[in-house]
């Protein structure tokens, strides 16, 4: 079965085992290799380099946070996003220095009822991965 599109909550990285195969880097949570991962979280900090629009943010779900680091080819609007805003990321499980990060894929504002459905919905989720 394929996790990817799973909304998951963020302690899964914490708790999952690193690694990677010729496929990426991924973490291993019972067992199940995760290469990409979808989160939901606020924005703790952003940093953006005002030349390239590349940069990262961390993302905080209130038990656990990690670093998503974008490219300024793949979001152009960027800039939008602030510190505080409750987002829904979809991206590559990678690592930096013994690190497990996130190379972001897809950003979206959600509310605060979408951020509670999500919420809810990921830690259903993880019931399912045996």
């Avoid at 602030?82 to 950003?107: A, F, M, P, Q, R």
Wanted: glycine content about 6%.
């Amino acid at each position: 079965m394929d996790y990817t599109y799973f909304m998951l909550p963020l302690n899964v990285i914490k708790e999952g085992e690193k690694g990677s195969d010729s496929s990426g880097s991924f973490i291993t949570f019972k067992s199940v290799k995760i290469y990409r991962m979808h989160l939901i979280g606020s924005i703790a900090a952003i940093e953006i380099n005002q030349e390239t629009k590349g940069g990262y943010l961390i993302l905080d779900d209130t038990f656990s946070s990690i670093l998503v680091h974008f490219q300024s080819s793949m979001f152009r609007d960027i800039d939008k996003f602030k510190k505080g805003d409750l987002v829904e990321v979809l991206g590559d499980i990678d690592t930096y220095n013994d690190t497990v990060t996130l190379s972001l894929g897809n950003i979206k504002l959600i509310d605060l009822s979408r951020y509670s459905f999500n919420k809810i919905e990921s830690i259903k989720n993880m019931q399912l991965i045996k």
